[in-house]
């Protein structure tokens, strides 16, 4: 592939952003660097309590000096499922003093997901909270770890080491573990994908410190290092508060606010008390909040960096919460396999809503056909991404690595197309666009259209199989609460704002849409739903 011409989003950077020195050092060393600078200010605040940098230093080094003894090796993997909780973060660093790799586990896996992932990480140890320890109860005639950790467990296990008690035995962690930055991986990072079927992206300390470092270029403008404080409510076992919350919080010295889960009243309780500074959220949450009737008494002006990460987030959300709060939502782009940030809306230069903004410094990016011929502004194709944020590969997974890493690029499977100021937009995902008759239909058009009907909470797009038009398009809608919508009305309301071949033939009113624990909406199950309905149907039809 050849380029066409100079990038022109490298315009908006100066040469220092362009050439940014990223160290080769381990995410250990984010918090010590971090313990040493601000040692009596606030890192943790959870239910009330702060824990300074000092003091999770120290319960830090505690608890890998306990494991060490325990013979924990560099390189085993140590599953966390764990919630957000200051035990997390003090895991999470623990480990990375040890050269072990953690493995992100969603607290509320069922048995299956569980066992599927252990299975796939060859974990040798995991760290559990209540709820996660039942489920790995469960599986356990199928699978056994070396040791597990109980966090926030009060009653007597014996078959579980106390988190607690591990961290008041242990003695001060004497040195770190040594660390090849570029080779050794810091998290494995399970993703689903569009297909369902679990991979694990290995990312490395050099992959996710280069990114702590590209986002806070970004933001540096704005923040006043040692003196943010971080809404750190999006779950941490999730690569994009994992970066933007946690290790980019704790980066810049950070009091990181960390809430259980996403209550609405108990979320904005926290932000009218506490008055975070920096939030990255997720569009649930952006969508939740501007429906909430109060909304303009929890004094969301405090906020002043708000990024959204894991979906689109509705440009009609985006102005309403705008409105409300005063500020921007700088919106963006990643994906667990680049650590995960890879653009953002530029604090410095013009913000353009619904893009996905330009590259982070030291990205490259491309828009390429599909004979991999690279394309000029304002043709869709997919979306390539060059960088040190990029992954390593697919644990366990040769074949998956080859397909998405070519000759260094990491084919995203996003389509996308930039503008003549290198300002990118993400059209839809390549298995998800809908062709109806020889057209091609980009979901999430449509659903911006649906997204600005007064009556609408939330909207999901999919295409499904069609005798006569190969595919048609079918709407899900969630209305606000009290709201009744006439299906004629709406279609009748797209017509009038869309191209006829792109208006849903049909539309499912529902009172929710599947979702995953960050929030993210899962269409491959709407999809799912339908096709064994349509099967039932038609076994039905045949007796």
């Not at 080769?24 to 239910?47: M, Q, W």
């Not at 966090?151 to 007597?156: A, G, L, R, Y």
Request: aromatic share 10%; net charge negative.
């Amino acid at each position: 592939m050849q380029k066409i011409q100079q990038q022109p989003w490298q315009k908006y950077y100066s040469d220092a952003e362009l050439n940014l020195e990223l160290p080769e050092v381990s995410l250990y060393s984010l918090l010590h660097e971090s313990a040493v600078k601000y040692g009596d200010r606030p890192a943790i605040t959870f239910n009330d309590k702060v824990i300074t940098y000092g003091e999770l230093k120290k319960r830090v080094d505690c608890l890998a000096s306990s494991w060490k003894s325990l013979n924990f090796q560099k390189g085993e993997r140590i599953g966390l499922a764990v919630g957000n909780h200051p035990d997390y973060i003090t895991a999470y660093y623990a480990a990375h003093a040890l050269g072990l790799i953690v493995v992100q586990i969603n607290p509320a896996y069922t048995p299956r997901e569980l066992l599927q992932i252990l299975d796939d990480a060859r974990a040798s140890y995991i760290v559990v909270n209540s709820r996660s320890l039942q489920t790995i109860q469960e599986i356990s005639d199928f699978y056994t770890c070396k040791y597990i950790i109980g966090s926030q467990i009060d009653e007597e296990e014996m078959s579980i080491l106390h988190m607690e008690k591990l961290i008041a035995s242990g003695e001060p962690l004497e040195a770190p573990e040594p660390i090849e930055a570029k080779e050794d991986v810091a998290v494995i990072q399970y993703t689903g994908g569009t297909t369902g079927k679990t991979k694990g992206a290995m990312l490395t300390h050099f992959n996710l410190m280069t990114n702590v470092i590209q986002c806070f270029s970004m933001y540096k403008e704005k923040i006043i290092l040692g003196e943010e404080t971080v809404l750190a409510v999006t779950p941490l076992y999730h690569v994009y508060a994992m970066t933007g919350a946690m290790n980019l919080g704790l980066y810049i010295g950070a009091n990181l606010l960390v809430i259980e889960k996403f209550d609405t009243d108990e979320v904005l309780e926290k932000v009218k008390e506490y008055r975070p500074t920096m939030f990255s959220g997720v569009p649930k949450m952006y969508i939740t909040f501007v429906n909430h009737p109060k909304i303009c008494e929890y004094g969301l002006d405090s906020l002043k960096i708000c990024s959204s990460g894991s979906a689109p987030l509705p440009i009609e959300v985006i102005k309403k919460f705008e409105d409300i709060a005063g500020t921007k939502i700088f919106e963006g782009f990643g994906m667990s396999e680049t650590s995960p940030t890879t653009h953002r809306n530029p604090v410095h230069g013009e913000r353009k809503v619904g893009s996905i903004g330009i590259p982070v410094p030291g990205t490259d990016c491309r828009i390429v056909d599909s004979d991999h011929n690279e394309l000029g502004p304002n043709y869709v194709g997919e979306l390539l991404i060059k960088g040190p944020q990029v992954m390593k590969g697919y644990w366990n997974n040769e074949s998956e690595t080859k397909q998405a890493l070519q000759s260094g690029w990491m084919h995203t499977g996003d389509l996308a197309t930039m503008d003549e100021d290198g300002y990118f937009y993400i059209v839809g995902r390549k298995k998800e666009m809908i062709i109806f008759g020889g057209f091609n239909v980009y979901p999430p058009e449509i659903e911006s259209i649906l997204y600005e009907h007064e009556d609408i909470k939330e909207a999901a797009v999919v295409g499904l199989p069609h005798d006569t038009h190969g595919e048609i398009v079918k709407a899900y809608i969630v209305p606000k609460e009290g709201r009744l919508i006439d299906v004629d009305d709406l279609q009748n309301y797209c017509y009038a704002k869309l191209t006829p071949y792109k208006v849903p033939k049909v539309f499912e009113i529902r009172d929710s849409l599947p979702r995953n624990g960050v929030g993210k909406l899962l269409k491959r199950l709407l999809v799912k739903e339908e096709m064994e309905r349509r099967e039932e149907e038609n076994e039905r039809s045949d007796n």
